[in-house]
């Protein structure tokens, strides 16, 4: 099981190159088309609103899944949590407990995380959008981690990748008011991805 997915480690340290248009619907808010910035990495390229706050984090990283990048309209803490775990031998390691980086988003505010997944035997869902070229699938039944945020609406997006069993996963935490355009600025982001060739 280590070996399946010893590529979605290697992703880290790849290059990443940009190739297929999105077919997300566009969105037609006014503040969806505000001054932007560019994110590049891990084979995904996107454009998101200029006031967002980007962050990463190098050891938000499980067998199955590692954050690409968390972005948000209010101010981000480290996720993680960690621990010396001593051995044996008087030796040690450090280990990392990870969580949301944002605690509680206050009115208006939103959260928005981009992570690559990978499980055997995954199960594509039933595709209901396209995003980067590729058939993916949109949800957006409230999720209790948002809840847990204060949000009040999520947003889930899975776009399959080229590397069997594994995919990107976007999610977003919306709290109210101001969905409508929140919602048309996550719609801006996802017309937007380009996904590189083999990823």
């Given at each position: 099981m280590i070996a399946r997915f010893a590529a979605l480690a290697a992703v880290i340290v790849l290059a990443?190159?940009?190739?297929?248009?999105?077919?997300?619907?566009?969105?037609?808010?006014?503040?969806?088309?505000?001054?932007?910035?560019?994110?590049?990495?891990?084979?995904?390229?996107f454009r998101y609103p200029a006031g967002w706050q980007a962050a990463k984090w190098s050891d938000d990283i499980s067998p199955y899944s590692w954050m690409i990048v968390a972005l948000s309209t209010t101010s981000q803490q480290d996720p993680c949590v960690r621990s010396l775990v001593l051995g044996a031998g008087g030796g040690g390691k450090v280990k990392s407990i990870c969580h949301q980086p944002v605690a509680l988003l206050p009115p208006g505010r939103m959260l928005v995380t981009w992570t690559a997944q990978g499980f055997p035997h995954w199960h594509k869902p039933v595709p209901s959008v396209i995003v980067g070229g590729r058939p993916a699938s949109e949800t957006f039944a409230m999720a209790s981690w948002c809840k847990d945020l204060g949000g009040t609406k999520t947003i889930t997006v899975m776009i399959p990748r080229s590397l069997p069993d594994n995919w990107y996963q976007m999610d977003a935490c919306l709290r109210g008011p101001g969905l409508r355009d929140a919602t048309a600025q996550v719609d801006a982001m996802l017309n937007s991805v380009r996904i590189a060739h083999g990823w």
């Amino acid at each position: 099981m280590i070996a399946r997915f010893a590529a979605l480690a290697a992703v880290i340290v790849l290059a990443a190159g940009c190739t297929s248009a999105a077919g997300h619907a566009p969105a037609a808010s006014s503040s969806a088309r505000a001054a932007s910035a560019r994110f590049n990495e891990a084979g995904l390229t996107f454009r998101y609103p200029a006031g967002w706050q980007a962050a990463k984090w190098s050891d938000d990283i499980s067998p199955y899944s590692w954050m690409i990048v968390a972005l948000s309209t209010t101010s981000q803490q480290d996720p993680c949590v960690r621990s010396l775990v001593l051995g044996a031998g008087g030796g040690g390691k450090v280990k990392s407990i990870c969580h949301q980086p944002v605690a509680l988003l206050p009115p208006g505010r939103m959260l928005v995380t981009w992570t690559a997944q990978g499980f055997p035997h995954w199960h594509k869902p039933v595709p209901s959008v396209i995003v980067g070229g590729r058939p993916a699938s949109e949800t957006f039944a409230m999720a209790s981690w948002c809840k847990d945020l204060g949000g009040t609406k999520t947003i889930t997006v899975m776009i399959p990748r080229s590397l069997p069993d594994n995919w990107y996963q976007m999610d977003a935490c919306l709290r109210g008011p101001g969905l409508r355009d929140a919602t048309a600025q996550v719609d801006a982001m996802l017309n937007s991805v380009r996904i590189a060739h083999g990823w």
